[in-house]
């Protein structure tokens, strides 16, 4: 309880996930990531083998190995920065934090986001990709393409699974994604 007299605070960003989802407009807020693609297949599958397995982790490394051979690309149409990306890409990260790996430099008082776009990478590739996310040096890959930017709009994303901090979100394009800076104050512990 120090840490209440003691007045530790952090202010910090939230994100958010505008859409219409048919019927009305819908705003959704995120601490971590939206990944859009492989990052929310796998996240897809896992949510869907953890009742069999029992255990996240191993529904997680199940979920990762049954994608690994499948490596599927969706044609995709985004706007960063005044900036279109169009072209087949494995997966998108748009992080407020390190996004699972995929945003490693992202931090959740900035007033930023960091966007990582992965495109196709051959096989051997995304063994190297893997090593890399796990020493958490994904940006440096040849395959990946990253930002920073106050907003990012997703105009299309054929058929590509779409999550937000892990909550699988219905398929609507467009999409607009963004930061509220010091939206939330936490409290910090010693």
Same mark, same amino acid.
């Given at each position: 309880?120090?840490? !209440?007299?003691?007045?530790?605070?952090?202010?910090?960003?939230?994100? #958010?996930?505008?859409?219409?989802?048919?019927?009305?407009?819908? =705003? +959704?807020?995120?601490?971590?990531?939206?990944?859009?693609?492989?990052?929310?297949?796998?996240?897809?599958? &896992?949510?869907?083998?953890? =009742?069999?397995?029992?255990?996240?982790?191993?529904?997680?490394?199940?979920?990762?190995?049954?994608?690994?051979? %499948?490596?599927?690309?969706?044609? &995709?149409? /985004?706007? $960063?920065?005044? %900036?279109?990306?169009?072209?087949?890409?494995?997966?998108?990260?748009?992080?407020?934090?390190?996004?699972?790996?995929? &945003?490693?430099?992202?931090? @959740?008082?900035?007033?930023? /986001?960091?966007?990582?776009? $992965?495109? +196709?990478?051959?096989?051997? %590739?995304? $063994?190297?990709?893997?090593?890399? *996310?796990?020493?958490?040096?994904? *940006?440096?890959?040849?395959?990946?393409?990253? #930002?920073? &930017?106050?907003?990012?709009? !997703?105009?299309?994303?054929?058929?590509?699974?779409?999550? *937000?901090?892990?909550? $699988?979100? @219905?398929?609507?394009? @467009?999409?607009?994604?963004?930061? /509220?800076?010091?939206?939330?104050? /936490?409290?910090? @512990?010693?």
């Amino acid at each position: 309880m120090n840490w !209440v007299i003691n007045n530790r605070k952090k202010k910090i960003d939230v994100g #958010y996930c505008n859409f219409y989802d048919g019927e009305k407009h819908v =705003r +959704r807020y995120f601490m971590n990531a939206v990944n859009i693609g492989l990052g929310a297949r796998i996240v897809r599958i &896992t949510d869907q083998t953890k =009742r069999f397995w029992g255990v996240k982790f191993l529904s997680y490394l199940a979920a990762l190995f049954l994608l690994f051979f %499948e490596r599927k690309l969706y044609r &995709t149409h /985004l706007k $960063i920065n005044d %900036e279109h990306i169009r072209g087949r890409i494995m997966t998108v990260c748009v992080g407020n934090a390190t996004g699972y790996g995929q &945003t490693p430099s992202a931090v @959740p008082y900035n007033g930023w /986001l960091d966007v990582s776009v $992965i495109y +196709r990478p051959e096989l051997l %590739e995304v $063994i190297a990709g893997l090593w890399m *996310l796990i020493q958490g040096r994904i *940006l440096n890959h040849k395959m990946v393409k990253s #930002y920073r &930017t106050k907003k990012v709009r !997703v105009l299309r994303a054929r058929n590509a699974s779409v999550d *937000l901090d892990g909550r $699988i979100l @219905p398929k609507h394009f @467009p999409i607009e994604i963004g930061i /509220l800076s010091e939206s939330i104050t /936490l409290i910090i @512990p010693n």
